[in-house]
């Protein structure tokens, strides 16, 4: 059996990162239009920058939990029959162990120059002034994240269409199902034919396409899942 699991910030929530959408999460506060866009940041890079430092901390503190874990336990008994899409910058999904998976929405430890294109993975702001600059040209760093009106990766998007368009089960953990492209897969595989499983506590604009909802957060949805497969 091939299985696609697409996951979103809700697999992460039990590890102390907030999701976006829900109460208490970060758009709550927090306008995403006035600092996740290329406009904000040309206005005011620092400031998107005391953002993603923000968030950055509160992921270094956390740590992979029981759905993260889960997923890697699947790849590891499927194989080249698993594949990961992921919407989560957080890298707890690598940090876990999974291996076989796309980030649609880019990863927040990586940084990219925006004069000469150059990109650094793992890069610390820590000491850097705000906005940090280019080692190579000087230019301006920015996180290597999407941001609203920003294209997908091109190759980490098709990949994550071939898994929809090939797989017999399409798995959606903790998304909304709010943001396209990544909220399109789960219909792309169930016009293919895959069954659709839903893991979120609440309903999503996603549950009237899963044939399965368990209704239950990640940690305990993803054990579920595992004694299912
Ligand atoms: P959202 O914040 O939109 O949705 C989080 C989902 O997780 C909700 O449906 C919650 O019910 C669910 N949830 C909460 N706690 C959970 C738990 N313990 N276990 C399972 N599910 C839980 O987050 P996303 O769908 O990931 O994009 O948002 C998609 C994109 O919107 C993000 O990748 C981000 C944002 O704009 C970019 O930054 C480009």
New binding site residues.
């Given amino acids: 059996m091939r299985v696609a699991v697409l ?5 992460s ?2 590890s102390g990162i907030p ?4 109460e208490g ?3 709550k506060n927090l306008d ?1 239009k006035v600092l ?1 866009t290329p406009t904000a940041f040309e206005r005011n890079p620092a400031l998107v920058w005391e953002w993603y430092l923000q968030r950055r901390s509160i992921i270094a503190k956390a740590k992979p939990n029981a ?1 993260h874990l889960g997923l890697v336990e699947l790849e590891q008994e499927l194989g080249e029959n698993f594949f990961l899409i992921t ?3 957080d890298g707890l999904h690598q940090r876990a162990g999974s291996r076989r998976l796309v980030e ?3 990863n927040i430890w990586k940084v990219k120059c925006l004069s000469c294109d150059a990109s650094y993975e793992d890069y610390s702001t820590e000491s850097a002034q705000l906005p940090p600059r280019c080692r190579e040209c000087g230019g301006l760093i920015r996180p290597a ?4 009106g ?1 294209p997908l990766p091109a190759d980490a998007l098709e990949t994550a269409y071939r898994w929809a368009q090939n797989c017999d089960l399409f798995v959606c ?7 396209y492209p ?2 399109h897969l789960p219909y792309v595989a169930k016009e293919a034919g895959a069954q659709v499983v839903e ?4 309903e ?1 604009k996603l549950s009237p396409l899963a044939d399965l909802c368990i209704r ?4 305990k ?1 993803v054990q579920e899942l595992l004694k299912m497969i």
């Fill in positions: 996951t979103g910030a809700g697999i929530a039990e999701t976006f959408r829900d999460g970060l758009w995403p996740a759905g919407q989560n910058v649609l929405h880019g994240v999407v941001w609203f920003e953990i903790g998304t909304s199902g709010e943001v990544a909220a893991i979120n506590p609440k999503t239950e957060p990640a940690t949805g």
